[in-house]
């Protein structure tokens, strides 16, 4: 197990939490946490290009001309892709771009994310993060104490005041334990989790 401080908002040291080995500590692979990046990144792209094809255009259903003795080009529809106004050919369509990653690489990738924050020294633990009021200047103050720059907030629940104070906040992002990922956590400077975040955490991926 690893020992880690628990903090006030003040920044004041009001205790001690064991971290897990098996969450916290673990080898880094590089190219693992890339994988979960990409996948990430991919699940969230909208995949909405589309262009209209033949069937997606009105009209064109009368032969433009009669096929022959006219000295032009024969036509069958005024919606060729060759006219103005026509088809496009092989043009993008909505799409998934989403591919499978195994649950347990999934885990695994988290875990490292976790263990290189810990490792760089950049995971702070906080007793409660909750605040009383919604109030920019109130999460600022606290930031401010706590030495934050560019922060990912982890907390075990919704806290309602907590993230309307944080929105409007530049290079911060508060979540929920369970809708952590790694691309969050890799994104920010700081780390920063609550205790019974902590908890649930391990409990979830020990």
């Known amino acids: 197990m690893i020992n880690a401080k628990v903090l006030s908002k003040d920044n004041q040291e009001v205790g001690q939490?064991?971290?897990?080995?098996?969450?916290?500590?673990?080898?880094?692979?590089?190219?693992?946490?890339?994988?979960?990046?990409?996948?990430?990144?991919?699940?969230?792209?909208?995949?909405?290009?589309?262009?209209?094809?033949?069937?997606?255009?009105?009209?064109?259903?009368?032969?433009?001309?009669?096929?022959?003795?006219?000295?032009?080009?024969?036509?069958?529809?005024?919606?060729?892709?060759?006219?103005?106004?026509?088809?496009?050919?092989?043009?993008?369509?909505?799409?998934?771009?989403?591919?499978?990653?195994?649950?347990?690489?999934?885990?695994?990738?988290?875990?490292?994310?976790?263990?290189?924050?810990?490792?760089?020294?950049?995971?702070?633990?906080?007793?409660?993060?909750?605040?009383?009021e919604i109030k920019t200047k109130s999460f600022e103050s606290v930031k401010g104490k706590l030495g934050l720059k560019k922060p990912l907030i982890v907390t075990a629940k919704k806290y309602n005041n907590l993230e309307l104070s944080a929105r409007n906040v530049r290079n911060t992002q508060v979540v929920t334990q369970d809708s952590i990922n790694v691309y969050d956590i890799l994104r920010h400077n700081e780390l920063v989790l609550d205790k019974q975040a902590v908890d649930a955490l391990q409990e979830r991926l020990s």
């Open 17 to 132: 939490i064991e971290l897990s080995e098996d969450v916290f500590s673990v080898g880094v692979k590089p190219e693992l946490m890339h994988l979960a990046v990409r996948s990430h990144l991919a699940a969230i792209r909208s995949g909405s290009a589309e262009v209209k094809n033949r069937a997606k255009i009105t009209g064109g259903g009368r032969k433009p001309w009669r096929q022959k003795g006219t000295g032009r080009a024969r036509a069958g529809s005024g919606r060729s892709p060759l006219w103005r106004g026509g088809a496009i050919t092989h043009g993008p369509q909505p799409r998934d771009f989403s591919f499978k990653l195994n649950k347990k690489v999934r885990r695994l990738a988290l875990k490292m994310a976790l263990s290189s924050r810990m490792a760089q020294n950049k995971l702070m633990v906080v007793d409660d993060l909750d605040l009383p």
